[in-house]
């Protein structure tokens, strides 16, 4: 399998894989739309369901495929952390040979495993980076794709900006690069493309799209919040990240006083709450969401919002 994005990706988007929010219908919607979608594995909780959303990825996307042969779904993508701790580390991986998605992110961990595994099939290996350093490394063990997440990103977001992270890398790499941080709309897709990105990596405006996994209380708490609602802290999971105020305050704590890092009231071992689940996350991007939306009015949008950007551009060149 060789992947090939030339006819079947209609907006160069990448939905971020989004821990506890993305879904296997998210991303089949999002194929289907002619992005690419994506998921944590874990979010599914067991092997077991990980594999019954393989079977369901794989199927649906099949079938579509067969039904459009001229309108071909994006390929799909998955997010496996290549962190020691992760638990279901070989299990996973088992899984990703035997199913073969086609781009899979890896994230806190050496991606050397992971890039002899889908090398093996034919597939493509990104790598989120929050810096020089780590994108260095990145690059040095093989990958195809760095993710830049920058500042304002949702969960653990980096702290550069996007204009000159994305300028230093470009002065050693020539892969796939892909932009993070802040991104809502076409004309931010649009831009991304502009500073030399291959995609834009989006999540926090998917983040309240039907098929996604968070609650209702999540998608109205977006919807009433700004960046001025957001605290980035290291708290909660160790490594710094963007959350969401209103839902500190909603766990009964006070987003001004709490506390350093490794306090043992967050600990894994001792804690009251747990990141992701009681407190939300979300990016500077958060002030675009006005309402819910399926999948596809998202990228629909987004969409009508590219064209008329290139529109204005041409126009403007000529």
Known sequence: MVVNFKDTVKLPVIMAPMFLVSSPKMVIEGCKAGVIGSFPLLNARTGADLEQWFEQITTELAEFNAQNPSNQAAP????????????????????????????????????????????SYGGLVFA???????????????????????????GHAGTLNPMAFIGAVKEFWNGYTILSGCISNGKDILAAEVLGADFAFIGTRFIPAHESLASEGYDQMLIESSMDDLIYTDVFSGVKANYLKPSIVKAGLDPNNLGEKGDLSYSRENRTV??????????????????????VEIITEMKEGYSEARNKLFVAQT
């Open 274 to 295: 747990k990141a992701w689940k009681d407190i939300w996350s979300a990016g500077q991007g958060v002030h675009s969401i006005k309402k819910t939306q399926s999948t």
């Open 128 to 154: 989120d980076v929050i810096n020089l350093f780590f994108a260095q490394k990145a690059a040095d063990k093989g990958v195809d794709g760095l993710i830049l997440v920058c500042n304002g990103a949702g």
């Open 76 to 119: 799909w993508a998955v997010n496996f952390m290549s962190h020691p701790s992760n638990h279901r580390f070989e299990e996973d991986l088992q899984l990703i040979k035997k199913y073969q998605p086609p781009i899979v992110i890896s994230s806190l961990g050496d991606p050397s495993p992971v890039v002899s595994a889908v090398h």
